[in-house]
């Protein structure tokens, strides 16, 4: 077979599933403020069917476990990458856009996160839930989370929350079961990350969501509480 037509056939596979695929999000951790009090994060991505790089910022208020206020952001690119782009040109021109808003907060992109669990287990959604167990070895204290989710008829909205268990007997719970997320089919405990100071832990949730296309994208979202 000729070269050139060989690798236009490998071109034309490759452009089919990046146009048929699903959207996986890339997750970033932008930092704390210097109390731990508010955490800032990003994702970004290619829009599985335009090829469009888009974005997401956003603002945590760690103790409320909300938004601060103007604290989600979003752009989408009015072009597609060209070959060999990641989307994550988008993040870097959301966040220089933005740069007041990390300001405000006292949001320093050196003082992330220290992790405490990554899970390894790329693509694996369990059925239901998951429980996971993690160790906090500068503070000497273990953990166990169990991530419960529901999904209503159908699988059109679902909803999840996480009970904690601190050793020494303390339990929290984390997250909201009334909020139902539509076309999120499942979730997953990917990280959990703590400030450097004071106490702020936050879990990072992966979810399965559902596209026009009929395929699945994948998003973040967090959980935070003060420990």
């Known amino acids: 077979m000729n070269k050139r037509v060989f690798f236009l056939i490998i071109a034309l596979i490759l452009a089919g599933t990046l146009l048929w695929a699903g959207d996986t999000a890339v997750f970033v951790d932008l930092g704390f403020s210097p109390d731990g009090r508010i955490y800032m994060f990003a994702q970004y991505g290619v829009q599985s069917g335009t090829l469009k790089p888009w974005a997401e910022l956003y603002v945590i208020d760690v103790p ?66 998951e429980t996971i167990e993690f160790r906090d070895f500068e503070k000497g204290v273990s953990f166990k989370a169990v991530l419960s989710a529901a999904t209503e008829t159908y699988g059109a909205k679902s909803s999840f929350h996480i009970s904690l268990e601190r050793s020494g007997g303390k339990s929290y719970r984390v997250g909201n079961p009334q909020i139902k997320r539509p076309n999120v089919v499942s979730y997953r405990i990917r990280k959990v990350i703590t400030a450097p100071r004071d106490g702020a832990m936050v879990f990072v949730i992966e979810m399965k969501k559902t596209n026009p296309a009929g395929s699945a994208d994948i998003r973040y979202m967090v959980e935070t509480l003060r420990i």
């Open 64 to 129: 409320a476990n909300a938004f601060v206020p103007g604290g989600k952001i979003s752009y989408v690119h009015d072009s597609p990458v060209t070959a060999g782009q990641n989307g994550s040109g988008a993040l870097y021109r959301l966040i220089a856009r933005n740069a007041a808003l990390a300001e405000r907060h006292g949001i320093s992109f050196l003082r992330q996160g220290q992790p405490l669990y990554i899970s390894l287990e790329n693509g694996v959604f369990p059925p239901g839930g």
